[in-house]
Antibody
Framework: EVQLVESGGDLVKPGGSLRLSCAASGFTFSNAWMSWVRQAPGKGLEWVGRIKSKTEGGTIDYAAPVKGRFTISRDDSKNTLYLQMNSLKTEDTAVYYC?????????WGQGTLVTVSS | DIVMTQSPDSLAVSLGERATINCKSSQSVLYSSNNKNYLAWYQQKPGQPPKLLIYWASTRESGVPDRFRGGVSGTDFTLTISSLQAEDVAVYFCQQYYSIPYTFGQGTKLEIK
């Protein structure tokens, strides 16, 4: 069974930093293209970024609102995906989900809440 | 970027009746090498993560009741609930995962009439 468990969400002040983790199991993590998606309170869903597998180049792409502030990385030895968030803004307040396509079907974790407020 | 436009924004349907939600992509999301449309439908209830219902535009996720069906005609996609049940009250989203940035429809709120 595929499992994605996000952690690291917290209350942080504007301008601060936070690192989220996503622990994966039930599939071959090293071969997977992993994404982060977020959802602001009461709003729709927004793709944040994606990292390809190392064997396919490990390319990382970001959505425009987070480019230059957020960094996605992966540790295949730990089956873990990361999202380093710097220079946080109030508009980054959201539940952050990690997702992965398994045989064409997107699988999602339960999410972790990040609140950016003074 | 591929723009996903859902309609309607909200929908009220009687129990046992059919509900249809539409999603239009601004360009094709059909991957020619496998002839699959990279389009997914999700159901989201308050306080819960999105639940995958349909992927590849028309493939039902395991465990999803067969009253949920996904359809496609070119760049027009539909999610049909054949006989609405009370537990289907939720917000529904479409998503294209064909090209980055992966984009979502704005959501359709489904209620009981």
């Amino acid at each position: 069974e595929v499992q994605l468990v996000e952690s690291g969400g917290d209350l942080v002040k504007p301008g601060g930093s936070l690192r989220l983790s996503c622990a994966a199991s039930g599939f071959t993590f090293s071969n997977a293209w992993m994404s982060w998606v977020r959802q602001a309170p009461g709003k729709g869903l927004e793709w944040v970024g994606r990292i390809k597998s190392k064997t396919e180049g490990g390319t990382i792409d970001y959505a425009a609102p987070v480019k230059g502030r957020f960094t996605i990385s992966r540790d295949d030895s730990k089956n873990t995906l990361y999202l380093q968030m710097n220079s946080l803004k109030t508009e980054d307040t959201a539940v952050y989900y990690c997702t992965v396509p398994i045989m064409g079907a997107p699988c999602w974790g339960q999410g972790t809440l990040v609140t950016v407020s003074s | 970027d591929i723009v996903m436009t859902q309609s309607p924004d909200s929908l009220a349907v009687s129990l046992g009746e059919r509900a249809t939600i539409n999603c239009k992509s601004s360009q094709s999301v059909l991957y020619s090498s496998n002839n699959k449309n990279y389009l997914a439908w999700y159901q989201q209830k308050p306080g819960q993560p999105p639940k995958l219902l349909i992927y590849w535009a028309s493939t039902r996720e395991s465990g999803v009741p067969d009253r949920f069906r996904g359809g496609v005609s070119g760049t027009d996609f539909t999610l049909t609930i054949s006989s609405l049940q009370a537990e289907d009250v939720a917000v529904y989203f479409c998503q294209q995962y064909y090209s980055i940035p992966y984009t979502f429809g704005q959501g359709t709120k489904l209620e009981i009439k």
